[in-house]
């Protein structure tokens, strides 16, 4: 199975896995850098993407549900309309991700960046409310 760039269709990791979240896995278990992956509606459920260099990915319509991405790099992705409930971002990049439409009920996070991130003023006023804390958004 190969990943590929999501403009370039350069291929950014190959495997012999037989499915796309294996392969997944297996390359951010291995430190590929996966910036600019086309992961649209991908099943990722349940993933251990923890630390993974997902930077510009297209992962809309993805579910990344109940997803480990602790610490990983999402800046400037696309994740509208993605499902990340129960995701565990703790730490992760979303700087100027695009999260319109984004399910984040019950995620965790705890430290993410959420800079300039890119929602309605609703979901954001949702995501402010769902922390309990002040947020810089």
């Known amino acids: 199975m190969k990943i590929k760039h999501r403009i370039t269709r350069k291929v950014l990791y190959e495997s012999k896995k037989e499915t796309l979240k294996e392969t997944v896995i297996e390359a951010?278990?291995?430190?590929?850098?996966l910036e600019?992956?086309?992961?649209?509606?991908?099943?990722?459920?349940?993933?251990n993407l923890?630390?993974?260099n997902l930077e510009g990915a297209y992962l809309r319509g993805a579910?990344?549900?109940?997803?480990?991405?602790?610490?990983?790099?999402?800046?400037?992705?696309?994740?509208i309309g993605a499902n990340l409930?129960?995701?565990y971002l703790r730490g992760a990049?979303?700087?100027?991700?695009?999260?319109?439409?984004?399910?984040?009920?019950g995620a965790d996070?705890?430290?993410?960046d959420l800079f300039g991130i890119k929602v309605t003023e609703k979901e954001k006023e949702q995501i402010i409310k769902e922390l309990k804390w002040e947020v810089k958004v």
């Open 28 to 33: 951010v278990s291995k430190g590929a850098n």
């Open 85 to 87: 409930e129960g995701a």
């Open 109 to 112: 996070l705890i430290g993410a």
């Open 63 to 79: 579910n990344l549900e109940v997803a480990y991405l602790r610490g990983a790099n999402l800046g400037g992705a696309d994740l």
């Open 36 to 47: 600019g992956v086309n992961l649209v509606e991908a099943n990722l459920r349940g993933a």
């Open 50 to 52: 923890g630390g993974a």
């Open 93 to 105: 990049n979303l700087e100027v991700a695009y999260l319109r439409g984004a399910n984040l009920g």
